[in-house]
């Protein structure tokens, strides 16, 4: 049984920094593509970072960029999202998924970029974690 679990939100001012992780279980971690997500009230849920199977490549959002890094530790089965700057707008709930690159033998080498780093694309997601940013 496939299970997701993400953890570090909270309520920080504007300005300060958070870091997500995402533990992913049950799977062979290294076959997965991984990504962040998130949604605020009233809005759909957008990638905000997505990276590939080793971490050599990864997709930022242009709202994030420069101010979020994902990374993984594959020997370690987690995902982290550092969140630095943080802005009120930032505030939603953020969601680990993976996007599965192998399947009945044919690698899927598509590498992240707004194409791929959508949320139909990924198909096991976590409970979410709240980040809130006071202005």
């Known amino acids: 049984q496939v299970q997701v679990v993400e953890s570090g939100g909270g309520l920080v001012q504007a300005g300060g920094s958070l870091r997500l992780s995402c533990t992913a279980s049950?799977?062979?971690?290294?076959?997965?593509?991984m990504g962040w997500f998130r949604q605020a009230p009233g809005r759909e849920r957008e990638g905000v970072s997505c990276i590939n199977w080793s971490g050599g490549s990864t997709y930022y959002a242009d709202s994030v960029k420069g101010r979020f890094t994902i990374s993984r530790d594959n020997t370690k089965n987690t995902l982290y999202l550092q969140i630095d700057s943080l802005k009120p707008e930032d505030t939603g709930m953020y969601y680990c998924?993976?996007?599965?690159?192998?399947?009945?033998?044919?690698?899927?080498?598509?590498?992240?970029?707004?194409?791929?780093?959508?949320?139909?694309?990924?198909?096991?997601w976590g409970q979410g974690t709240q980040v809130t940013v006071s202005s």
């Open positions: 998924a993976t996007r599965r690159l192998v399947r009945l033998g044919v690698i899927d080498t598509r590498l992240p970029t707004s194409d791929t780093c959508v949320k139909y694309e990924y198909n096991y």
């Open positions: 049950g799977l062979t971690f290294k076959n997965y593509a």
